[in-house]
């Protein structure tokens, strides 16, 4: 399954680049301090998991930074391997227990979040043809106190119908950051767990 998933990816549905059933009140999830909040469309909010559970990055993680921003993300070298997505990612990852990619999408153009939220979805409804392009969340977090929009959506490309979460920003002066991360619809909410761990080892420089 992996072939095909890496194939339908590499096709350009998530270059430039929800209401799951799970998800059905949920409007965005933020890390606060390391805990794990989810926000609600009634304005209230909960710990992940019904208390208070802290999100950690595993002890021995490698620092993997970008050339081009000052980002980078912290990963298990045990847990993970490079993804080989191609040259529109300056760095991608495999996880090799879930059939899941992590990328970075590092440009050195400026583009307004609500442009770049547009564009992500334009492209990704561009890549799916007829198919509708579902969005789950839409949303905002912090990482490493820097605000990021949070897009989570499910599209159907080439066959495969597989759900992404994008955090994206810009930084002034400086270029434009995806945080892409995907999996098969069917296996996006077991692997959130694993997409929180990436989000928390994010650092910023200022």
């Not at 095909?4 to 990816?9: L, Q």
């Given at each position: ?40 469309d009634d304005k209230t909010w909960e710990y992940a998991g019904g208390e208070e559970k802290k999100v950690t990055v595993p002890?021995n993680c490698v620092e993997i930074s970008s050339k081009i921003l000052p980002v980078s993300v912290c990963l298990d070298p ?94 002034q002066g400086k270029g434009t950051l995806q945080i892409v991360a995907f999996a098969i619809s069917d296996e996006f909410e ?17």
């Open positions: 399954m992996r072939t095909t998933v890496r194939a339908a990816f590499i096709s350009g549905l998530i270059f430039v680049g929800t209401q799951a059933p799970g998800f059905a009140a949920e409007i965005g999830r933020v890390t606060v301090d390391g805990n794990l909040v989810i926000l609600h002890k045990d847990a993970w391997a490079l993804g080989g997505l191609g040259d529109d990612y300056e760095h991608s990852f495999y996880n090799k227990e879930h059939d899941m990619y992590v990328g970075l999408i590092t440009e050195e153009k400026v583009v307004e979040k609500k442009a770049l939220r547009d564009a992500i979805l334009t492209n990704a409804q561009h890549a799916s043809g007829l198919n509708k392009v579902e969005t789950f969340e839409d949303s905002s977090a912090s990482l490493s106190g820097h605000e990021f929009g949070k897009l989570v959506f499910r599209a159907i490309s080439d066959g495969v119908d597989a759900t992404f979460a994008n955090y994206y920003t810009s930084f077991k692997i959130t767990p694993v997409i929180d761990e990436v989000i928390a080892s994010v650092k910023i420089a200022d």
